[in-house]
């Protein structure tokens, strides 16, 4: 590809609970993410915005348009709404990066929004529960019940034991509370010990809640530039890959729910249009709704080897310190989980990372950063590498 496409700009809402609707979220994350690009609002060319259960949670569905009249754009530039279960905004940011390099616009504005906080836990069950196949759902299936099977397929897998397998996810959810206890933007400031999560209750064995993410509200959002724009701006962190695929919808269908070849399949793509391999990585964000997703996501991503993944955290390999460095944000378990803002903050939160100007643990001088995202049962999966110099 001739053109060149960087995150000239990054704005985050703290992830939690806000009395604001969503689009008006967005609004400060947007305004916030321009000043950081130092442009004016007027300048930007097309809005992506991510964002999955509004009409169930806010009766709003049109949010594209209703999220440039808050932000105050009036140039009648075009915006639409992604709606992809959780990769919603990394899917709207990639679609904004693959129009810049097409040509179509010079700078766009992207991200994502979500407000879950404000309505009844079950009344939010019930809106995730559309991103699942029906006669599955209709069944009984929640989410929670689908990472307990993905755990007990990956403990068979590679011949864990109940009680090791729950400990050492529990080391997954002590090391992400770590990272977030450091994030001011995160939803959990507060470390956890092993006990805490260890004597959680149980949704779906083995998984506790103390494995699982909390529903947040929260908006992240992203400015984009064309080479030749971005060239004239501070510190520009530069889009080198990006990957998207689509998994089995039906868990049914899937051979192996230890694995997902979605995630494979995204990598492969990013790394590719990178020209890099998984070892050069310096820091990454995953997607750990429930914590043993770290796991996958790790191992599908390539930054640890089949059978590896559930043992880093307790090695302290996936500490900001060490050779993996993984979610510093505190990851959706402790920063939350915006659903369709998920995946921009992970973007915003690695180019952060490689500014070096992220407000919480940072990777020692990282040039390279990787974000994994994930929809729904696995089946919608971005994959986005990020390079501090070109």
């Known amino acids: 590809m001739s053109r060149k496409v960087a995150i000239i700009g990054t704005g985050m809402e703290k992830s939690g609970t806000s009395t604001l609707p969503s689009w008006q979220l967005f609004a400060k994350a947007a305004i916030a993410a321009a000043r950081d690009a130092e442009i004016e609002t007027s300048q930007i060319q097309a809005l992506h915005l991510g964002n999955v259960y509004s009409a169930l949670t806010e009766a709003q569905t049109n949010m594209a348009p209703l999220a ?10 075009p915006s639409i709404r992604y709606e992809t279960a959780c990769a919603s905004s990394s899917v709207a940011f990639r679609q904004a990066y693959l129009g810049i390099l097409a040509g179509a616009y010079e700078i766009a504005l992207v991200g994502g929004t979500e407000r879950l906080r404000s309505i009844p ?20 299936l929640t989410f929670a019940a689908y990472w307990a099977y993905v755990a007990k397929s990956y403990a068979r897998k590679f011949n864990i034991q109940d009680s090791e397998l729950q400990r050492l996810l529990a080391k997954i959810s002590i090391k992400n509370h770590f990272h977030g206890a450091k994030n001011k933007k995160a939803h959990f400031q507060k470390e956890v010990t092993i006990e805490d999560v260890m004597t959680s209750p149980v949704v779906a064995p083995p998984i506790k809640v103390m494995d699982c993410c909390p529903f947040s509200d929260g908006a992240a959002a992203l400015v984009l530039a064309s080479e030749k724009i971005a060239k004239q701006c501070k510190k520009p962190i530069w889009i080198a890959g990006s990957g998207q695929a689509s998994g089995r919808f039906a868990i049914a269908d ?27 990585v310096d820091v990454a964000e995953l997607h750990d709704c429930v914590n043993i997703h770290e796991v996958i996501c790790l191992e ?8 590896e993944g559930i ?16 979610s510093l944000s505190g990851g959706l378990k402790s920063r939350g989980h915006p659903v369709g803002a998920t995946g921009a903050y992970q973007l915003c939160e690695v180019a952060q990372q490689l500014r070096g100007d992220f407000d919480g643990y940072r990777a020692k001088d990282p040039e390279i950063g990787l974000t994994v995202n994930v929809g729904g049962t696995g ?9 501090r110099e070109e």
């Open 68 to 77: 440039l009249s808050s932000i105050g754009i009036d140039t009648n530039i």
């Open 121 to 140: 836990g079950s009344a939010v069950q019930e809106a995730m529960a559309t991103s699942m196949e029906i006669s599955e759902r209709s069944a009984g």
């Open 254 to 280: 899937c051979a192996d729910l230890s694995s997902n070849p979605a995630i494979r399949k995204a990598a492969s793509d990013a790394y590719k249009e990178a020209g890099i391999q998984a070892k050069d």
């Open 300 to 307: 599908d991503s390539g930054l640890a080897g089949p059978g």
């Open 311 to 326: 043992y880093a955290a307790d090695d302290e390999r996936t500490y900001y310190n060490g050779d993996i460095p993984v």
């Open 379 to 387: 089946t919608v999966v971005t994959v986005t590498i990020l390079r």
